[in-house]
């Protein structure tokens, strides 16, 4: 087969995944060396839905001996199929770089033959990448569950950031999908790795450049919208993730149907799905929020027409805010507030009380924060009198906001 046939194959099969970002790593170019994760690292380049495209993203393989439903790899798809060599990876992520087409190389794959033969593979690369053409730029590498401890430490030596893609949030619904996977089996590498990295970090040395491990962390990805599953559980299994193994990020990326099956949807997952669960996550991850504070066995899913800190926010409404004495952790509950506004007043009114115009002053907006705050006393939001009325101002101040943007 032809390399560019090839290259069209096994790019058009990696689509799919999603967990691709910049590094974060602290690898720097050195002498007679290639590229640099370090400083900026990766040049980004975004498609229309807003998935990053400024790596290199192919699979080694679209070969797989698992017969995952939600997958176009599946063993049982009838598609075409290709494989790379391990030169043909090198060669490509090198000439691409020198053409400034990459900053870097994201690889997964199919699982050919087994998981610690698939790892090898992937290694060989990552290895002759490294250490024979003296390429420092950015490099993500998918880890193949099943696959010995040994071969997923080798790994971590010679890649910024590893992904172990869990796919689906709950043992139910893998056995149900994706039967021949288990949460365990993922989750094992997802511990191995976050322990290697916490005793590195305990670690009193400095590490050579080439005893670097995931200088960028792990990061995984579910799927949303596949099967019988809830927003509740997408966020809880990722609080989960959070909480056991430091992962860096964790992905989502909406069902897209690929093949039939009655346990499957028939049509794609809307992105603002997609949207609001990326939302519930910077809330947790950024904001103080906890999964369970977001959503309950009562109320599973979020409401796709507002966004969830503002669903919370009408749905726990008791009293305004008082801006100059409410707590850090309080302040960045109220919609409209982020990190940095919250703690520009928090750093403003040690000197003076703020008043509702020092907001301005500060380029802080209360367009979303004003029926929820405070200011010396004072409210100057929309009067109301249940949470349900509070609910409906709202919605129809962002109706009449999209309906001005669409004009």
């Known amino acids: 087969m032809e390399l560019s046939e090839k290259i069209r194959i096994l790019s058009d099969a990696a689509k799919y995944d999603v967990s691709c970002s910049s590094s974060g790593s602290n690898r720097k170019n050195k002498k007679n060396g290639m590229g640099n994760a370090s400083i900026s690292g990766i040049c980004h380049s975004w498609s229309e839905d807003g998935r990053c495209i400024s790596l290199l993203k192919v699979l080694f393989t679209n070969h797989c001996i698992y017969n995952c439903n939600y997958c176009i790899n599946a063993k049982s798809v009838d598609s075409k199929r290709a494989s790379f060599t391990v030169d043909e990876v090198v060669d490509l992520t090198i000439n691409f770089y020198k053409r400034n087409y990459i900053e870097g190389l994201f690889l997964s794959s199919g699982i050919f033959k087994s998981c610690d033969y698939t790892m090898e593979k992937l290694i060989e690369v990552a290895k002759k990448l490294r250490t024979e053409k003296n390429f420092n730029g950015y490099i993500h590498m998918k880890a193949i569950p099943g696959a010995s401890e040994d071969l997923i430490k080798e790994l971590g030596r010679y890649v910024d950031r590893m992904s172990i893609n869990i796919e689906l949030p709950t043992e139910e619904s893998l056995?149900?999908?994706?039967?021949?996977?288990?949460?365990?089996?993922i989750t094992k590498p997802m511990d191995l790795v976050s322990k290697t990295l916490f005793m590195n970090s305990l670690e009193k040395k400095s590490y050579s450049r080439k005893n670097l491990f995931l200088p960028a962390g792990q990061t995984t990805q579910m799927i949303v919208g596949a099967g019988n599953i809830h927003d509740i559980d997408v966020i809880t299994r990722s609080q989960m993730l959070y909480d056991d193994y430091s992962l860096k990020r964790v992905y989502y990326s909406s069902y897209v149907p690929?093949?039939?099956?009655?346990?499957?949807?028939?049509?794609s997952t809307p992105l603002i799905r997609e949207h609001r669960i990326y939302q519930a996550d910077f809330l947790m991850r950024f904001y103080g929020f906890n999964s369970r504070d977001l959503l309950s066995h009562e109320k599973k899913d979020f409401d796709l027409n507002?966004?969830?800190?503002?669903?919370?926010a009408i749905d726990n409404f008791t009293n305004p805010v008082e801006i100059n004495k409410a707590s850090l952790d309080e302040l960045l509950k109220v919609p409209g507030f982020g990190p940095k506004a919250a703690r520009k007043i928090?750093?403003?009114?040690?000197a003076f009380p703020l008043k509702f115009e020092d907001l301005k002053k500060l380029r802080i907006s209360t367009k979303r924060a004003v029926n929820f705050i405070t200011v010396s006393g004072k409210y100057y939001g929309r009067k109301f009198d249940t949470r349900d009325t509070l609910r409906s101002i709202i919605l129809d101040r962002e109706s009449s906001e999209q309906l001005s943007f669409l004009e």
Do not use: F, G, Y
């Open 346 to 350: 928090v750093k403003a009114r040690r």
């Open 306 to 312: 507002l966004d969830p800190k503002m669903d919370w």
């Open 175 to 185: 056995a149900l999908l994706a039967p021949e996977k288990s949460i365990d089996e």
């Open 258 to 267: 690929v093949r039939e099956n009655s346990n499957l949807p028939n049509i």
